[in-house]
């Protein structure tokens, strides 16, 4: 595949110049701002079909050749983007079939974003002809740096195309294809497996159509590497599966700064950009962010003073080889006329918002040469969203299992130790890590469990929690006891688990002290693990709650419940030490966010207040001023250090 290798950090945006086509003094005005701004990447016509072919089989390719020309001579590089994301609307009225079904069975209408079905063959060729005319005109374009194909690719169609598992329950014995249908609110949702089926037929058939995009672009460009932009935690498709489809992953992100708990938005921030840089295991692109506010979260708020450079190097410290904004200039009607851009309705740069952006296209010129650089973590936390999809299907213990809450605090957990964070899926090479965090595996793929037992085995440490082991890749129960393949390598067997109402808690008594938890406490028997801890109340009271098992050159630990932060920062700097895994700063103050890329070292101040920090000896890239020992750090201040 080929690899995107920029000569400079990426500063830019979507670029639309197709909106305003009727108002060419502006393109003028643009190039002018974009240079003032520090840009040097343009994402270019993510939307644009209606503009680059207004009548079926018409193309006007000639006002974007324009655009790309003038880029170029201005210095600034291009993503070209494909626009299958927007279908115009005499396709929609002469070919209906392009058109998504509902799980109700009934077909949209035209409007909204990505409303096609990614099956149609009549939406497939239209698609190819279009990208086949791209490539042939600006695959060689000097302007022209990489593929942006399409734009958030997700939904799903349930039309007769798109149609397609233990049955043997309520009645549910198929004998024939055509006897299944997609799950949908007038039929069937009750078979987990079925559930989970249609969950990755959906990632796959997402996947193939973006192949089948792809293919004319590859084949008729095969030097220019391929991208699409992803989104936060998305839900409705496996990105790790997905994303192998790709070249390099790109991300839209939009954290919601200055809510009343700054340090978790930083840490949902990331958890996101690691998992990002781990899909490719390479740098990705900051495809989308906002430089000041979006409009459609329940609260808009603006970024605070030094919020937007902060957020932005958090993106470059966490793997981003680009900061890219949505969008460069703010539409003037429709759903987003009111959201952030670099150039809003006034069309100059005498505002705040500009000189926030210009402060970043400084800082990343500051940093020019951290491109392609890779942190090296030796920790890794295992997010799974095939395990997630299960784990949220399954009826009890209890309704809500806040999976991803508990994945944030094993995160959090971890960053507070002060060391760089892999986030990964089941999927991936496990041998590169000392510790490995799975919480709620509750699904194991095959392969999986022995995987983990070897990286036990050759010295690793793992920590498993409550609802580990139960289900294989269909959801069906593993009989013998749980944790499943995995009751060697921990040691345990799980008898029961008693679910707990919200606001009651239970106790964990270990080394002396008491913590609480909540939720989720299994009732488990050590058959080769040491107990470390044990309940405090109920009729499990004494009995084990935190075990660790000795296998081989290493530790499997479990925790049978869904323990306090505080448990979690004292579980894991005692893990730290048997793992022999340093951190980047000792005594890291919460809500400091550490990541390290290559040389340089990042300190990141998330608390929304000055702090203390102690650095080791080097230069301030951004300042060029020496620094080492005890430091402050004012609120959203930074320090990027070259030493």
Not at 339 to 354: D, N
């Amino acid at each position: 595949m080929p690899e995107l290798k920029l000569p400079f950090l990426g500063h830019g945006g979507d670029y639309n110049p197709d909106q305003w086509r009727d108002c060419p003094e502006i393109l003028n005005e643009d190039i002018r701002l974009m240079k003032l701004a520090g840009c040097n990447l343009m994402s270019v016509g993510i939307f644009a079909w209606s503009a680059l072919e207004p009548e079926e089989g018409v193309y006007d390719f000639d006002w974007l050749e324009n655009v790309l020309d003038r880029l170029h001579a201005a210095g600034i590089s291009a993503f070209l983007a494909t626009p299958s994301g927007a279908r115009p609307a005499w396709m929609s009225q002469r070919y209906p079939e392009v058109l998504r079904v509902r799980p109700d069975g009934t077909r949209n209408l035209h409007g909204e974003r990505h409303n096609h079905c990614f099956t149609s063959p009549v939406y497939r060729g239209f698609v190819n002809r279009m990208n086949t005319a791209l490539a042939t005109r600006f695959g060689r374009h000097p302007a022209v740096v990489g593929w942006h194909i399409s734009n958030e690719y997700g939904g799903e169609c349930h039309c007769e195309l798109c149609h397609a598992w233990w049955t043997g329950f309520w009645s549910k014995k198929y004998t024939d294809w055509s006897q299944l249908h997609s799950p949908s609110p007038i039929g069937e949702t009750g078979l987990h497996g079925l559930n989970l089926a249609w969950r990755r037929f959906v990632t796959h058939q997402t996947a193939d159509f973006m192949r089948a995009e792809a293919e004319p672009l590859r084949r008729l460009t095969p030097d220019l590497p391929i991208t699409t932009n992803l989104m936060e935690l998305f839900y409705d498709i496996d990105y790790f599966d997905f994303s192998e489809g790709l070249d390099f992953a790109s991300y839209d992100s939009y954290p919601r700064w200055g809510g009343p708990d700054e340090e978790r938005t930083a840490l949902g921030a990331a958890f996101n950009f690691d998992m990002m840089r781990c899909l490719k295991q390479k740098p990705f692109a900051l495809m989308e962010s906002t430089p000041s506010q979006v409009n459609w979260q329940p609260v808009c708020k603006l970024k605070k003073p030094g919020m937007h450079l902060l957020s932005s190097l958090q993106a470059v410290a966490h793997g981003a080889d680009t900061v890219q904004y949505f969008q460069w200039r703010k539409s003037r009607g429709a759903s987003e006329k009111f959201h952030g851009a670099v150039v809003g309705h006034s069309g100059h740069e005498h505002t705040r918002v500009f000189r926030d952006v210009q402060s970043v296209g400084e800082a990343l010129k500051a940093l020019n040469g951290i491109q392609g650089a890779m942190p090296g973590a030796k920790v890794a936390l295992l997010y799974d969203v095939q395990n997630r999809w299960a784990l949220e299907d399954c009826q009890g213990p209890r309704r809500e299992k806040h999976y991803m809450d508990v994945v944030l605090e094993h995160y959090r957990a971890l960053k507070r130790r002060g060391v760089d964070v892999d986030v990964i899926d089941e999927s991936r090479d496990f041998a590169p890590y000392k510790l490995i965090a799975a919480p709620m595996l509750y699904m194991l793929r095959p392969g999986v469990a022995e995987r983990l037992t070897q990286f036990v085995e050759r010295g690793g440490t793992l920590v498993c929690t409550a609802m580990t082991g139960r289900v294989d890749e269909d959801d069906l129960c593993f009989l013998g006891g749980f944790p499943g393949p995995l009751r060697t390598a921990l040691g345990i067997w799980i008898e029961d688990i008693d679910a707990l109402y919200d606001g009651e808690q239970n106790g964990i008594a270990m080394n002396g002290q008491s913590h609480s938890c909540i939720e989720l406490c299994e009732l488990i028997h050590a058959e080769t693990a040491k107990v470390l801890g044990s309940y405090e109340k109920d009729f499990y009271a004494g009995e084990p709650c935190v075990t660790v098992n000795a296998l081989g050159a290493g530790r499997a630990c479990y925790i049978a419940t869904r323990p306090s932060p505080e448990f979690l920062d004292e579980f894991y700097a005692e893990a730290f030490k048997h793992a022999d895994i340093a951190p980047l700063i000792e005594a890291l103050p919460a809500g400091v966010d550490v990541a390290r890329r290559g040389n340089t070292l990042f300190v990141m101040n998330f608390t929304g207040a000055p702090v203390t920090v102690t650095l080791p000896r080097g230069t301030d890239a951004l300042t060029g001023e020496a620094v080492g020992g005890e430091t402050a750090l004012e609120v959203n201040g930074i320090r990027v250090i070259n030493g």
